[in-house]
């Protein structure tokens, strides 16, 4: 590098600026990909835009605490974000309300299966402790999962990593595993999704069908509450036996 | 859109304030999403700029989750050493979780409709 643009690198990856705005950048390099594949689940932006942005900061050699300082203030939206899901909620509470067995039982099915399946598979493979208990909530979004793992000795980070893979998983997944079960219903379809993969799952909802959207962010609200409950009771347990 | 962008974070707010007040496990924002959802219950709806304030927001959820994924550079150690274990752990666990809820609630869904439609 020149002098001249070596101090502006200097400049640059010192301001919070350049993290924010690659973000964005990428992920509406990302967006746009996926649209063109036309909403293809595979082209996940979530997936594309962590792809591009790990390979430049790999690159210039940038550490992730100076990219999150400025890359903090999108993070940050996920509050009002979450606090934002209740109007789909409320627009869809009269479909909620009529189908509130199976909402119940499915949830609490769901919910279940996602922390004891990911634990004990995660121990026959032989993970470790820390990643076995990193792995307990992550099927909750990001800063509940996070909150969790912090709660019963996971790695709160990782926790983050493996909650953005599931969300990923699916987002990517859930269409055909519908449609070998050929299960139609759109609330169905979307409180699966929102159940095991959270946000991104429910992004992926949105999408494709509001009231899967709804049902969606019904199921994730619902999920966060029952497994911030219910993991630390059960995890202890879960490693243990 | 500041009015609305304002409530939310209010909401937010008072989630955080009430999950720290009561010693909660639970989070503030899902607290404030639950408060917000009664306020609407209560006041009949939300305004249409609430609505598309919101719709906006959801609309790029996955945005949101870009800067805690690129975390992943700071697990590649990790990730390196027990990858296999991880990636089975996420796939198995997340299609039995799509399907054991599918599943249980599809059953559920059957019967009552049953009795109503003879």
């Given amino acids: 590098m020149t002098p001249e643009i070596s101090k502006l690198w200097v400049y640059l990856s010192a301001s919070p600026l350049l993290g924010l705005t690659i973000t964005l950048l990428a992920y509406q390099a990302a967006f746009w990909l996926y649209q063109r594949s036309g909403a293809n689940p595979l082209a996940n932006p979530v997936l594309i835009a962590v792809t591009m942005l790990v390979a430049f900061l790999s690159l210039t050699d940038t550490r992730y605490e100076t990219y999150f300082a400025g890359a903090q203030f999108v993070h940050f939206l996920l509050g009002p974000a979450t606090v934002a899901l209740a109007i789909p909620l409320y627009l869809q509470f009269r479909r909620v309300r009529a189908m509130l067995l199976p909402v119940v039982v499915g949830l609490v099915a769901g919910s279940l299966t996602a922390v004891v399946s990911a634990v004990l598979v995660g121990r026959l493979f032989g993970a470790s402790l820390s990643t076995q208990l990193s792995l307990a909530p992550k099927s909750v979004t990001t800063p509940i999962a996070m909150g969790v793992a912090e709660r019963i000795g996971g790695i709160p980070s990782l926790t983050a990593v493996l909650v953005i893979v599931t969300g990923i998983i699916g987002a990517v997944g859930a269409r055909s595993v519908f449609d070998a079960m050929k299960l139609r219903d759109p609330a169905i379809r979307g409180f699966a999704i929102g159940v095991a993969s959270h946000g991104i799952g429910t992004a992926r909802a949105f999408q494709v069908n509001e009231q899967s959207g709804a049902f969606a962010a019904l199921a994730m609200g619902l999920n966060g509450a029952l497994t911030a409950l219910l993991v630390p009771f059960v995890s202890g347990w879960l490693v243990g036996a | 859109m500041i009015s609305a962008l304002t409530l939310l974070l209010l909401f937010q707010l008072i989630g955080e304030v009430v999950a720290r007040w009561l010693d909660l496990p639970i989070p503030g924002p899902v607290i404030g999403m639950l408060l917000l959802f009664l306020a609407l219950a209560v006041r009949g709806g939300p305004t249409d700029d609430l609505r598309t304030t919101s719709q906006n927001l959801l609309q ?37 979780t799509l399907v054991v809820t599918a599943l249980a609630m599809k059953l559920c869904l059957r019967q009552p409709s049953r009795e109503e439609t003879p």
């Fill in chain 2, 60 to 96: 790029h959820l996955s945005l949101l989750f870009v800067p805690a994924g690129t975390g992943i550079m700071v697990h590649l150690h990790r990730v390196a050493d027990e990858w296999p274990a991880l990636l089975l752990s996420l796939l198995i666990s997340t299609f039995a």
